[in-house]
């Protein structure tokens, strides 16, 4: 663990060693120094040099104690005092980590949440929130070399050093973990993901991007991934070396694989995926899918308005919207295997393991489903009628239900009408 470097000490050590350059040349290499220490700023962020005294690793460093026992204190019935966690065991094979949440790191609590809730992984999340006097005398703006903010450099512990015996035990119990986290200005360029962690027999880095590189053109506005363990990334796009989250003790990658997937998000990203805006369901969908497939699971379907057509039926005449699953080529054929140990589908004894169904996003009302789809690539085939002279909804969305698993896959919302 690196401790705090005080700012007048490297002023001093700089000026003396800048007085000693004679050429240009040197001259750039410092200043390249220079920029290296503000990469590795959050490291020497922290107040605290883990969660708690005890554990495993269970020490921490000697000028740095622990969280527990500290100036910080937990709310507590009811009592909104610095922090709280959050635990949640679905005892599924991925567990969602939002370690630096709350303030910290903001917008990285909701984008765990967001995780846990849409494909029912387990989840840890701390949430920092200094409120009490006493932890926030831990700080000064006007003294601290840290100058992120009261919640970042008094509540952030480094990822290597988080100890939090519920959180080791979480991730320990199952194979694959990912830690959402958030990255300044000087650790990443904007509109960028950081994708990193320990990589063993699996290529969770690698899939993640090539996930997300595959279906980013249907999202607005710039997404950029870089590996930062291979330093190779998207043109553009710019990640600390520090951010790569190998090293063996940090939390994510102490699951029973020994593996995990690191995910540092630029503001802008993690702005977007914790809104509830519309326009930005086809970043998380492609986000969320991306984590999904790295961390093999199903990921949610990226749907997208086909063309419509008019037909007459009964004396009647209906607008149909047809729609496509973008991704459907990401699902295994199993999941629309026929099913007929599961409950029928009205008469059809024999219908599909996963059904489908379309959804009116203003009222989660159904619209229509179909429950013998044979292949996922009868995806790109599916559509709802509304009639001629009625309002059709101004959005939709629609869930793949894997009734093996009681599992449901749920959509973007696709504008309808205006």
């Known amino acids: 663990m690196i401790t705090k470097i005080s700012v007048n000490r490297f002023g001093i050590f700089l000026s003396k060693y800048t007085q000693k350059l004679g050429t240009i040349a040197l001259g750039t290499t410092l200043l390249f120094f220079l920029s290296s220490l503000c990469w590795y700023a959050p490291a020497l ?10 554990g495993s690793p269970a ?4 000028s740095l104690p622990p969280l527990i026992g500290s100036e910080c204190i937990a709310n507590s019935g009811g009592t909104v005092n610095d922090w709280n966690t959050t635990i949640v065991d679905n005892n599924s094979n991925v567990t969602a980590l939002s370690f630096h949440g ?9 984008i765990s949440e967001d995780l846990q809730e849409l494909y029912g992984w387990n989840r840890y999340d701390f949430n920092g929130h200094v409120t ?7 700080w ?3 003294t601290s070399s840290c100058t992120v903010g009261r919640n970042f450099c008094t509540l952030h512990i480094t990822s290597t050093r988080f100890n939090d015996n519920a959180s080791v035990n979480l991730v320990g119990a199952h194979p694959r973990a990912v830690a959402i986290h958030g990255c300044g200005s000087s650790g990443c360029s904007s509109s960028t993901i950081c994708v990193g962690g320990r990589n063993i027999t699996t290529t969770q880095i690698v899939d993640f991007r090539n996930y997300v590189d595959t279906y980013k053109a249907l999202v607005s ?3 950029l991934t870089f590996n930062v363990p291979a330093n190779t990334g998207d043109s553009g796009a710019t990640c600390a070396s ?8 940090n939390i994510v990658n102490r699951t029973s694989s020994n593996e995990g997937l690191q995910l540092e998000m630029s503001s802008d990203i993690r702005n977007r995926l914790a809104s509830d805006d519309q326009e930005d369901d086809l970043l998380r969908a492609v986000v969320y899918g991306g984590i999904a497939d790295a961390v093999g699971e199903p990921p ?3 749907v997208s308005l086909g063309n419509t057509e008019t037909y007459t039926a009964n004396g009647k005449t209906f607008t149909k919207y047809n729609l496509n699953v973008e991704n459907r080529s990401e699902y295994d054929s199993q999941l629309f295997a026929p099913a007929p140990t599961l409950p029928p589908c009205g008469s059809n004894t024999n219908s599909a393991r996963t059904w489908v169904n379309i959804y009116n996003a203003d009222n989660d009302q159904r619209i229509y489903g179909f429950c013998a789809l044979s292949s996922p690539q009868n995806l790109n085939s599916i559509w709802f009628a509304v009639e001629q002279g009625q309002t059709p909804p101004v959005s939709i969305y629609v869930s793949l239900v894997d009734r093996q698993v009681n599992t449901t896959y749920r959509s973007n919302r696709v504008q309808i009408s205006i």
């Open 102 to 110: 709350g303030q910290i790191e903001a917008n990285t609590s909701p």
């Open 140 to 142: 000064s703006a006007d």
């Open 221 to 223: 506005g710039t997404l």
């Open 59 to 62: 020490a921490c460093t000697s």
């Open 45 to 54: 962020a922290d107040t605290f040099g883990c969660y708690q005294g005890t």
């Open 300 to 302: 949610l379907p990226l």
């Open 242 to 249: 520090m951010l790569a989250g190998e090293n063996a003790n």
């Open 132 to 138: 009490t006097a006493d932890c926030k005398s831990l």
